[in-house]
């Protein structure tokens, strides 16, 4: 099969016997679910392949399967385990009952992100084991082994990957697949009740599993050692890492003594072999300096270890082949400077995008009257109303922030204060946001851009359709501070008189301008899917 790799961890996960899976879609992580909802054997076996309305919601449906005994998987792509934080660092003190694997996508270069946090130091932090692959058909097979691992420790399993795996194909050999497991309830009824009590145990059991996690690492089959003839220097290279120093050397085979990582904890016993062994070690590692940090310890004396911290490789950004050519000591091969014409450009709203309309009538109403500084956004295709040649939008944080930090501008004294948030995003984490400027009357204007859609993720299907008016007002907005309208260029002038208006109001308003994402209109049109009839789902970059 020739599959992605994000197509390779649904497929595996198909194949070891997996019940559910629970996601919320977003760049590089998107494609996993996407792949269940197409697969004919998910649907025969009703596997549960829904999109949640959040991260956190994802982890903890995850654990329910779980706790019923049936395998289960949650997917994400790296900033989204930050709004799962709580639930899967405390699903490693419950444990579980079913196999569970968390897959999350971490993003080095940020090609669609707002940072590139590096997820291995969630797991550590958690005291959970982690699995990272270095091809598609070790995502494939890292599937039912993790699932395998979990079920032995009773701890769920993080599966790590970076964009470059997620998103380019290789042939992947498939093994038979398992039947799913039976409902089964945990032997333990207390393990998954966190009273303080019972939490105590569990993670006192949770720290004396650690030198059992740390054998099954040294003794996995993902963790190898390549001796090599010349021992001035040892290579410890993680997940995809391995393939490019693989491709710094003829054949592949390198000169030197080679560690590769794919299950964590990090490996000790090999890495005493490659200290005692070698005059020196580099690491390469894509993300953050996860194992060169572990290796140099507090004072960094001892070893000579290089990597990302002694600048031997960059700090951030994605690895290349060239980048650890370079790191190896052999010659540049960055070639020519790119040429202007090919050079990154910004991303734009595309033509005919309803947010054009509204971020007209916005800055007619709120820039050219009160000036720069009062609109507050989200992350979506909105977001770039930041740019040229609208300007509307002075923030972008994480998803949910711009109607609380419109409340905390407000509760500053700035008048007026301005949120736009899409409705997906809304139903992500917005609504709370809404519901504390509800509960202290805050006087701002919260614009939430349903366009049904979102050109970002490939338009899922959205839990606010055609449900933000009744969500709003069951949340407290008052019936005649909340309005609809339709963005078009004939409603200009009523939009801008409708916003004007509702920012002498001195409370909570909020607007909807309602009008399907012009991407998704095209593909309907031309008879190709684009989610439900229901609309989309606006997911993050």
């Not at 998954?192 to 004396?208: D, M, N, S």
């Not at 005649?480 to 002038?493: Q, T």
């Amino acid at each position: 099969m020739l599959l992605l790799g994000d197509e390779a961890i649904a497929q595996g996960a198909l194949d070891a016997g997996v019940s559910g899976f629970y996601a919320y879609p977003g760049t590089p992580s998107t494609e996993i679910m996407e792949y269940v909802q197409r697969s004919r054997d998910a649907a025969e076996r009703n596997v549960h392949r829904a999109w949640s309305a959040n991260e956190k919601t994802a982890v903890e449906s995850a654990l329910g399967m779980s706790y019923a005994g049936k395998r289960a998987m949650a997917c994400m792509k790296h900033v989204g385990l930050n709004v799962a934080a709580d639930p899967f660092i405390n699903s490693a003190i419950t444990g579980v009952n079913g196999g569970l694997i968390i897959t999350v996508a971490d993003d080095p270069s940020m090609h669609s992100s707002q940072n590139e946090q590096d997820s291995r130091f969630y797991g550590k932090f958690a005291l959970l084991p982690m699995l990272e692959p270095s091809s598609q058909q070790e995502a494939y097979d890292m599937c039912r082994h993790g699932f395998e691992l979990s079920e032995a420790v009773q701890l769920p399993v993080l599966l790590r990957i970076t964009t470059r795996l997620a998103h380019s194909r290789s042939g992947v050999k498939p093994r038979p697949a398992i039947p799913e497991r039976p409902l089964q309830l945990p032997q333990d009824m207390r393990q998954f009740v966190l009273l303080p009590a019972i939490a105590r145990k569990r993670y006192r059991r949770l720290i004396e599993l650690q030198p059992e996690l740390v054998k099954a690492a040294q003794e996995s089959p993902f963790n190898s050692y390549q001796d090599g003839p010349d021992r001035s220097m040892g290579i410890v290279a993680c997940g995809l890492a391995i393939n490019y120093v693989r491709e710094s050397f003829p054949d592949g085979v390198s000169p030197y003594p080679l560690l590769q990582i794919g299950q964590y904890p990090v490996p000790v016993n090999r890495l005493e072999r490659m200290a005692d062994e070698c005059g020196r070690i580099l690491v390469v590692e894509e993300g953050q300096p996860f194992v060169e940090e572990s290796l140099r310890g507090a004072l960094n004396r001892g070893m000579d270890v290089r990597g990302r911290m002694d600048g031997t490789l960059p700090p951030d950004g994605e690895l290349t082949p060239n980048r650890v050519r370079v790191a190896l000591g052999m010659d540049d091969r960055s070639g020519e400077p790119v040429p202007e014409i090919v050079r990154m450009r910004p991303p734009a709203l595309c033509r005919g995008c309803s947010h054009a309309d509204t971020y007209k009538a916005l800055n007619q109403a709120v820039k050219s009257e009160y000036g720069d500084g009062h609109v507050f956004s989200d992350i979506g295709c909105y977001t770039l109303g930041a740019l040229p040649p609208f300007e509307s939008v002075n923030s972008c944080v994480d998803m949910g922030a711009s109607i609380t930090m419109a409340k905390g501008a407000a509760d500053a004294g700035m008048r007026p204060a301005v949120a736009v948030i899409g409705d997906s995003t809304f139903c992500h984490s917005g609504m709370t946001g809404l519901l504390d400027a509800v509960i202290e009357n805050t006087p701002i204007l919260v614009m939430i851009l349903d366009n049904s859609a979102t050109a970002m993720t490939g338009g899922q299907d959205s839990h606010a359709y055609g449900r933000l008016e009744n969500i709003c007002l069951g949340l407290g907005v008052e019936r005649e501070h909340l309005h609809l309208i339709n963005p078009v260029p004939k409603n200009h002038g009523d939009f801008v008189a409708l916003i004007r208006r509702e920012l002498d109001y001195d409370g909570v308003s909020v607007i909807i301008p309602t009008r399907e994402c012009i991407q998704t209109l095209k593909k309907r049109s031309k008879g190709k899917p684009a989610g439900s009839p229901a609309g989309k789902q606006g997911g993050r970059q």
